[in-house]
């Protein structure tokens, strides 16, 4: 009897650290919204400032390099009169119709220069776009993480991806368990007292210049990603 008691209460034992074992590797889960809380963040408002001027700076020198292959093709269309001009004599004829070869063959070149700077302007500032957001990524994650575990969370989900089927990852959850508020007061904590507004701009991928016309309409610099 006394063994039979013995072995009851080992087995009652057993069954309750199993019980606390099973409710303590019961996952609490809290969501967030990561995209929320990058385009929010104070720096990502002062990067996109900064990001802005540098866009604005590259236009200006493409905008000067689109006058100048302006003015080539107004000298082209000058030369290329002179030489339909039928009171024009043979021989000027014949060096209007050299000028006009030689204008055709400068804007072309400017076309290509100007498709050059403006891809290489494209290209870095959409890597230094790339390199910031990896990095506030990269920094927003350990808040939310320090946030978490006031919760003492186990998972955190990001509500703000997309899943294969074009739907956000998280389809529905308590607000209770959103701690995008809480992670935002915590970064708002470390804000510096003035911060540089921003007003968003629609931005696109740049088309390129079509060198082998002169009339063609030289592009834009605009940069996805950069507002």
Known sequence: MKKFTHTLLALGAFCATSLISHADSTPKIVVVDMNKLYETHYETVAEQTKVKAETEKAQ?????????????????????????????????????????????????????????????ARATIQQRIQNFHTMMIEEISKTVVAVAQTHNATLVLDKSGLSVTGVTSVVYSDPAYDITSEVQDEIAKHKPAAVPAVTPDASAPMPAPSAGSPDSTPPSITVPGAK
């Open 60 to 120: 200006a020198s493409f905008d000067s390099m689109t006058k100048e292959r302006d003015d080539l093709i107004a000298q082209y269309k000058a030369v290329a009169e002179q030489a339909q001009n039928p009171t024009a004599t043979p021989d000027a004829k014949a060096k209007a119709t050299a000028d006009a070869q030689k204008k055709v063959g400068e804007i072309q070149q400017k076309g290509q220069d100007m498709q050059t700077f403006a891809n290489q």
